[in-house]
């Protein structure tokens, strides 16, 4: 089989662009079917150019949710164009689940099966790289009265945690036959109970 060589984009981030596509070989093959040889072949780099960047497969995935931390922050301006806190706080956690969905099911249980066996998920509340800005549109979302829910704000920023990665874990065991998105929206709404359309 003849392998595609993958192009760059000439925009100096090889690592991020090496992520890619193996992201891309993941989804496509499977991740055990893929291996460190076929990502460098794919993207055209030596295999100590691969070693440079990453020390594995692994640590591929382990770098996945970097990639949608830097994609937050360069939608940002869309985000806080949202009409109240509440729609800027579901434009931010829609932001996590669109890049399950984008890179789907295979990549998406590679990712839980990575976090879960080193135990060191920035899946968890306490680890989410914008958790305090997620906490402060929750407090300016009940301050705000754009959310009936008036519960404890850390619960309620805890509790959505969880329920959109129940949701994905939902999503990946039922190999994504329903729609991530519609689904991580009406438990955001059922939790939070906005007063007004997000």
Excluded at 28 to 35: A, F, I, K, S
Excluded at 160 to 179: H, Q, T
């Amino acid at each position: 089989m003849e392998v595609e060589v993958i192009s760059r984009s000439g925009n100096g981030n090889t690592k991020t662009e090496l992520m890619e596509c193996a992201i891309a070989l993941f989804e496509e093959h499977g991740y055990d079917n893929v291996t460190i040889k076929q990502i460098c072949s794919t993207y055209g780099i030596s295999k100590t150019a691969f070693y440079f960047h990453y020390k594995t497969k692994e640590d591929l995935i382990i770098g996945f949710f970097g990639n949608v931390n830097s994609d937050i922050e360069q939608n940002m301006a869309m985000i806080l164009k949202g009409e109240t806190a509440v729609s800027q706080l579901w434009l931010l956690t829609e932001q996590y689940v669109k890049r399950s969905v984008e890179t789907g099911v295979n990549v998406s249980r590679e990712v839980f099966k990575v976090y879960l066996s080193n135990r060191q998920s920035p899946l968890l509340p306490e680890n989410i790289y914008l958790r305090e800005a997620m906490i402060n549109l929750v407090e300016r979302a009940q301050k705000n009265n754009e959310i009936a829910n008036q519960s404890d704000i850390l619960l309620l920023y805890e509790t959505l945690i969880y329920l959109m990665d129940g949701a994905g874990y939902a999503w990946v065991m039922a190999e994504g036959a329903f729609d991530l998105i519609e689904k991580s929206k009406s438990a955001f709404i059922c939790l939070l109970q906005p007063l007004a359309a997000i």
